[in-house]
């Protein structure tokens, strides 16, 4: 061949480490995903430890736009795959396209920094000095070669392009162990389109494979390790490296044990200090024991997840929901380029539902399933099929012009395509081709068909399946409805262990009691106290349960910070910011985070000052306010600082600071959008935030305890509730923003059962819905209490009424806001900084039935410095807990609330983006006719278990088809002015994903108007 068009292509052998088929992206939500619901993954989530056992330390091929290797090829694989990761965090990690006439110079660069790699291409024309098969390359005069790239070096691999080559041909490393290079995912494939072929709507490379590490099976995790306590194990494999954590702090107080060949040596032993192994690196022979000793003050445990367990996979992912869902239009034509990596004793086949194809050379008829035996390919195509076959009322609606009532929703039908070897399809290797089918309906025609349409769910998350239907007539005796296994860690040494619960075994260790020095910033500190803790196991997943209780769900990665404070911003992303974080050392320096949520992943942007024990609100146009924090400790001292973190460029900039240095203050956004601030370690004058011009004075000053917890009310004034951080000796009561006049509710307006001296860091929250003005406390004191009060600020005489107790007493509760109109308390322990005394239980209260509900427990106690937040998709997010100095648990754990285990949820398909005031919208639903509710939800903003900014107001509404009609209440004090989550509330009280709406003044001067 020597007319041909040269084309150049740069690929870079990088890696990928900690890689999980499971979770290419650790802490992402639309990932850890098992839509069908194999044993174990109930859930519909796959356990965090499970995730963990299977990562990789991956290794890709990585193609460049450029010979510098600095443009990434950032396109998608496959287009119409919704799953796919992002370009960095993909296996394979390229895919090269070609046609007849080219010739290639592949130009392959090895930045893998252990290992020698070359590469191998099937099906082409090459000479051998492009071969990449050791050791059968040739070498340069400067020593390098084909077939053995050395870290740093480079090769240019030259192949022609014919048509005789039209197809798709796989490559990978081929250097020594090609099994172990080709399971940490060092393969591709080159595909030779046909320039005659028909067009394909949507080209799928789809990979057949197993990912696995060599020699890297290190799992365990200690007990809960006080001062003075050790865990031992033995590493018996050489060749291994483990790398290990301490589950508590996070992968920052991270280790590494390498294993060599030799025989057993004696015990080697590892320093635990607080935030660091000592040594950090060890390297040890086959057979020996390693022995952590806790010498810090701090409690730890010693964990290594895993890694390097077997996983088939599709393009680098295993399990429905994670693996490829190629979503098209029906009749689209996919054309289908698949390859079997799995160069294993194993063969794999294809199977796609509801699809056939034609085999022409020679002609055999049609076909459904296809063997692959190990790197073998072939190319086919299928059709997108219809969603559903329309029943008659359906169909002959579509075919004429439809009536005023009707309106246009999409179905989507979900058809398999997988391995056929069950054992195989079950491990995960399946996949989707969704079909998204637009039709029309009307009330009408929808009351005479007999089931129920498949829309399309809004949301990345599994489809809704009533687990418990059959699972009583499946479940054995004695079977906990969780499955015959689990997929959790095997734990450490009992020895450590303390009562059961339940059946469940609780690690008790000893912790440091964190004080404070009262509520005075020169207080002296008193002498913390040792306190034991408990940390109960975590069982399986019961879906019997789960509707009454919820679940509890712990992720498999750790925040990078501490998190102090957190606020859920309109992007979906979650602010994270902890300033020195009770560190008074500064041995981090200034931190904050911003965590991805549905895509995973973390950024930490330079924070300014210390906002340690700020306040924090919400501006209207979105940006997070944060005023005060920690100019000095011991004895705390507060700053005049305040700055506003911006969503979108997601960075800190200040803005004019206070007359006042604050040190634990309350921010409150009011009607009018102006920030004000209250309170803060002696500042007692009122400071109200107008931008471009600054803070002002707003009247008098007043005897405010730390941390008041205050909420805007519709007639424009604000209450304090009571509750607050420290002791108070200032009654609850009615502040005028304006004139800063405060007026206490009378003494017989406060019953002696509301125990105000016990309601130090208790819980209060505006209830559900906002228009009632009732204002509910819940909690507090140490030793602490579990009595719950409400008051009616509405009322011609607000007085506090008992109402039902909590199960739990709770200090450093958090009370999160739900969609269905429940408030859920989460954390807290009877005595301060007591995990003994840990309230590990949800407890759910209704405002509609005045009664509480116990949820499920939650394995992570919660006490001092942690966080709880409700998620646009209705779940809530918990972080943090800071017993001591530097002693910070950075485990994520997510609680399911037992609504999403009781039906399918509504889908919101559309919200306007922005809404005035008192304007009237539409959403549109292909549920509307089951929705019992539409809701405004405002994002949470809280630290030190309070926040004032969530409330709930309630939208009444009126169907129309797919319509909701609604209008904007017009009170600014009773919806002021910003970002709120829409949920829709189906009959069975299941919320919908929330959109973000953003509320705004009228576009035209009018006077604000109060009250209702």
Known sequence: MTDCARRDIFLQIEPLDGYSPLAPLLCARRYG??????????????????????????????????PDYAVPNTSPIAPSDSTEPPWDHRVPGAVLWAKPGERLYIHVRNADPNECHSLHVHGLRYGIESDGAWPRGIATKDGRRSDEILPGQSWTYVFDITEEMIGAWPFHDH???????????????????????????????????????????????????????????????????????????????????????????????????????????????????????????????????????????LNGRAYVGNTPIITGQPGDRIRWYLFNLDVGSVWHNFHPHAARWQFPHPPTGASDVHGLSPVETFILDTEVPLALRLPCELEALQCCTPPPDACLITLCGDFLFHCHIEEHMMAGLAGLVRSKQKVWITDEILKQIDFVLPTCGCGTECGWVDLRRCLKAHQRPGSTGG?????????????GMGPMIDGIPENIMMMEEHVHGGSHPHDPMPEPKPMPMKVPAQPAFNPLEAAKLGYWELLPCETP???????????????????????????????????????????????????????????????????????????????????????????????????????????????????????????????????????SVAGPGIGWPLYPHLHLLKDGRVFHSGMRLGGSGMAPGYLNPTTGAYTPLPAAAVPASFNFGARDQGATVLLPPAQTQKVMVMGGGSPSINKVHVIDTDAPSPTYVQVPSMLRNRIHVNAVILPDRTVVATGGSGIAEDALTASTEAEIYDPATNTWHTGARARVPRMYHSIALLMPDG???????????????????????????????????????????????????????????????KPMATT??????????????????????????????????????????????????????????????????HGH
């Open 875 to 937: 779940r809530v997010l918990t972080s943090g807990s800071n017993p001591s100095r530097r002693n910070d648990e950075k485990r994520i754990e997510i609680y399911h609330p037992p609504y999403l285990f009781k039906g399918p949820r509504p889908c919101l398909e559309r919200a306007p983006e922005k809404v005035a005031l008192g304007a009237a919208f539409a959403v549109h639903s292909p549920d509307a006719s089951r929705i019992k509710w539409i809701s405004l939800v």
């Open 483 to 495: 499955g015959s296994h689990t997929h959790g860690m095997e734990t450490g040494p009992m020895s």
């Open 175 to 313: 250097v020594r162990m090609v099994g172990a290079s080709i399971n940490r995912g060092l393969f591709g494939g080159l595909v030779v389109r046909d320039p005659k072929a028909p067009r394909a709507d949507h080209e799928v490379p789809l990979f057949i494979h197993a990912m696995a590490d060599v020699m890297n099976h290190c799992k365990f995790e200690s007990p809960m390790l006080s001062t003075g306590q050790t865990y031992s194990t033995t590493f018996p494999d050489a060749g291994e490296t483990c790398d290990y954590i301490c589950r508590i702090h996070g992968a920052s107080m991270h280790g590494r044990v390498r294993v060599v060949a030799g025989s057993p040596g004696a015990p080697v032993a590892i320093s635990i200090v607080d935030n660091a192994f000592t040594p950090a690196d060890v390297t040890v022979t086959a057979g020996t024991q390693v022995v952590w000793k806790n010498n810090g003050a701090n409690q730890h445990i010693v964990f290594a997840g895993g890694g390097g367990n077997q996983t088939y996979c």
């Open 944 to 1009: 030190h278990s309070y926040d004032s900014e969530q409330r709930l107001i309630d939208l009444p509404f009126r169907r129309h088809a797919c319509h909701l009609h609604t209008e904007m209440p017009a009170n600014p004090n009773l919806v002021p002015p910003g970002y709120y989550m829409l949920f829709i509330v189906s009959d069975q009280g299941v919320p919908s994903v929330a959109k973000w709406v953003q509320v705004v003044a009228p576009s035209k001067e009018s006077p604000m108007p």
């Open 561 to 695: 910070i501490l998190t102090v404070h957190a606020a859920l911003m309109h992007t979906g992303k979650v602010l994270f910011f902890a300033g020195s974080g009770n560190d008074e050392l500064y041995t981090t320096g200034l931190r904050s985070a911003v965590y991805d949520y549905e895509n995973g992943g973390f950024t930490l942007p330079p924070t300014p000052t210390d906002v340690f024990c700020a306040g924090q609100c919400f501006l209207p146009d979105g940006p997070v306010f944060v005023a005060g924090g920690t100019e000095r400790y011991d004895p705390f001292v507060g700053l005049k600082s305040s700055l506003i973190f911006d969503p979108i460029s997601e960075q800190w900039t200040f803005v004019q600071a206070m007359k006042n240095g604050r040190w634990y203050p309350t921010l409150i956004g009011l009607g009018n959008g102006h920030p004000m601030a209250t309170s803060g370690g002696g500042s007692p004058e009122n400071e109200i935030y107008d931008a471009p011009t600054g803070w």
């Open 33 to 66: 995903r098992d839509c069908q619901l194999n044993e174990g993954h109930d859930l519909g989530r796959i356990p965090s430890d499970e995730i963990l056992q299977a990562r990789v330390d991956a290794l890709v091929y990585r193609e460049y736009l450029d």
